[in-house]
């Protein structure tokens, strides 16, 4: 139980005694950190209910904790203003919490009570294209966020869920189909069996697909025929099927490469197609129930309601071809997801561009009582990554960049400040380019997750790649410095002890800031914000350099004084780590 959760308890129990909610007494950080530790505000919203004055309800709580045995953890208790309470907790409270923190293999935080199922769907490229800087939000949001899930005990799936059964898969048949036509696969007499190697790379389907596009833009035959065989293919044609295989496979190599590359794994590589055999019966059964209806020869759910602010189109099922759209394959990816995976909570991780979408989507799911009312169905959208001229970020020459070559962008300007900074000099070539491509993609990753999803921010590798600031490079020295000075104590036989009473500023301070984490993990967490726990790395990276100058621990002679300053050390390093990871960002072995 942490701290915080420990003083709630107390408070809350105070409240309960007054006649009050329980839920009056949550204890949170101050807002004012130069009065107290803690405040609690819950007088001023019980007052309300219980039709009292609420200072005297907070005198009458304030009575009850100081009467409680175990408050004995706090040290000074005052009520500000019209009934908020500041708490100031004891020093040896504050050692207590931090050695339970260091002899926990979690850090002091408990993992849910009753686990959640949980996919997470991030990624989302489609087939045949090569990962560009658009998939870069999704990818590291979306990691963070699962790792996150998990660590908080819940039973996680990471979904890439790819696009690979819609248009752009028939449209790039044709495409090929115009450009090498002896191929068997479009020779519908073929019984087969049709060639193992693929006809096409990654790169040659990502050269096909703007081709094509734009040809279908312009000519409404070609449009018609890019119809058609995704008609074709969704119906089982044998040799668009073969075809499909070798796009995805090629695609999946590819895309696999990248992902690997910036540290993203995902449990699943579901798409659309995974669902393909779901769709015309579950078609069928939403005309059958009267959920679905047929409109100029499509099929629709009508998802608009009374009270909506704005037009919400309804969702389109299937066009009056026959042909399926994504918003079919997402219905029956959330039907397939409750089903056969018993999921508790869907997220999401999409443009925010998406938000009609999914909104349709998602009201069409509990209509049709594919997900019930208990399903969390949340999309978390995301904003965009733009160039210094605030527009998303496009190459030099205007076109957008691949995500291979930003990985490469960022490892050569983090290679230029580790060689300016003279970082590393003596170490080996091959360990020096691997330090980079660490730091470049540590840079890449918190610049981004710095910034609240929701929020579009300016792509600046000259800063994001900085040792000094609030940058991934900063964080990742901190935590390769006290792994230094943990080993070169362990090289002086000095050991780490219990930890004490902290007599100095920045000593408390660091004690103080390490005993949030577990709320800040479950705040991270309900706010699906990713931000929060990049900001709280940096904090604690902050506070410990401020202790580090004060506390000179490998030359401190009071041995108990400097065994608890090394057990804070060493918690500060498992901290870090911790966050780091959940972050998606490596730490070097040394630097």
Not at 394 to 403: D, E, I, M, N, P
Not at 511 to 522: A, K, N
Request: with cysteine; glycine share 8%.
């Amino acid at each position: 139980m942490s701290l915080q959760s420990t003083l709630t308890a107390i408070f809350q129990d105070a409240f309960a005694a007054e006649g009050v909610d329980r839920s009056f007494g949550e204890v949170v950080i101050s807002q004012r950190p130069e009065l107290a530790d803690y405040q609690c505000n819950g007088a001023l919203a019980a007052a309300k209910s219980a039709g009292r004055n609420p200072r005297d309800i907070a005198d009458a709580v304030v009575a009850r904790v100081e009467s409680d045995p175990s408050a004995g953890l706090i040290a000074d208790l005052e009520i500000a203003g019209p009934g908020f309470v500041n708490i100031t907790v004891t020093d040896d409270a504050l050692a207590a919490s931090v050695e339970h923190m260091g002899e926990s293999d979690r850090l002091g935080v408990t993992p849910a009570e009753s686990p959640l199922n949980v996919v997470v769907d991030y990624g989302g490229p489609n087939m045949s294209k090569a990962l560009h800087v658009g998939h870069l939000r999704a990818a590291v949001i979306g990691e963070s966020l699962k790792r996150l899930t998990r660590f908080l005990g819940h039973n996680t799936i990471g979904d890439i869920h790819m696009g690979d059964w819609g248009m752009p898969i028939g449209q790039l048949i044709i495409e090929l189909e115009d450009r090498q036509p002896d191929l068997p696969y479009f020779d519908e007499g073929f019984s087969g069996p049709y060639p193992e190697e693929s006809p096409v790379d990654l790169d040659d389907l990502s050269d096909m697909y703007p081709v094509i596009t734009q040809r279908c833009a312009d000519d409404p035959e070609v449009a018609e025929r890019a119809r058609e065989a995704t008609f074709d293919l969704q119906n089982g044609r044998a040799g668009y099927l073969a075809l499909w295989q070798h796009f995805r496979d090629v695609s999946v190599a590819g895309q696999r490469d990248d992902f690997d590359a910036l540290g993203v794994e995902f449990d699943v590589w579901y798409g659309e197609s995974t669902v393909h055999d779901r769709l015309a019966p579950m078609v069928e059964r939403l005309l059958e129930s009267g959920v679905a209806k047929e409109s100029e020869g499509a099929v629709i759910v009508e998802v608009a309601a009374e009270d909506d602010a704005k037009e919400v189109p309804p969702l389109l099922l299937t066009r009056s071809d026959g042909s399926y759209l994504y918003s079919t394959t997402d219905l029956a990816t959330i039907e397939m997801r409750v089903d056969e995976m018993d999921t508790d909570v869907m997220l999401y991780v999409v443009d925010a561009r998406q938000s009609l979408h999914f909104e349709q989507v998602f009201r069409a799911a509990r209509k049709a009582g594919i997900a019930a009312e208990d399903v969390d169905l949340e999309h978390i959208g995301f904003g965009t990554v733009n160039g210094p001229d605030g527009k998303p970020f496009k190459t030099r020459a205007g076109g957008v960049l691949r995500l291979g070559d930003l990985i490469e962008i960022v490892s050569d300007a983090a290679r230029s400040k580790i060689d300016a900074a003279h970082i590393a000099d003596d170490y080996p070539e091959d360990e020096r380019a691997r330090i980079a491509r660490q730091v470049g993609i540590a840079a890449l990753k918190f610049g981004d997750l710095s910034n609240h999803r929701s929020s579009n921010y300016i792509f600046d590798i000259d800063r994001f790649a900085s040792f000094e600031g609030k940058t991934g490079p900063y964080l990742q020295y901190s935590a390769v410095r006290i792994a230094s000075i943990l080993r070169r104590a362990a090289e002086a036989n000095l050991s780490a002890g219990p930890v004490v009473a902290p007599t100095v500023d920045a000593e408390r301070n660091l004690m103080l800031r390490m005993v949030r984490l577990p709320e800040i993990l479950e705040r991270s967490m309900a706010l699906r914000a990713p931000n929060v726990v990049a900001e709280y790395a940096f904090d604690l990276a902050n506070d410990f350099s401020r202790f580090y100058e004060k506390c000179h621990i490998l030359s401190e002679e009071d041995p108990v004084r400097q065994a608890s300053w090394l057990s804070l050390v060493a918690t500060t390093r498992s901290a870090l780590e911790l966050l780091l990871h959940l972050l998606g960002i490596e730490i070097p072995d040394r630097m």
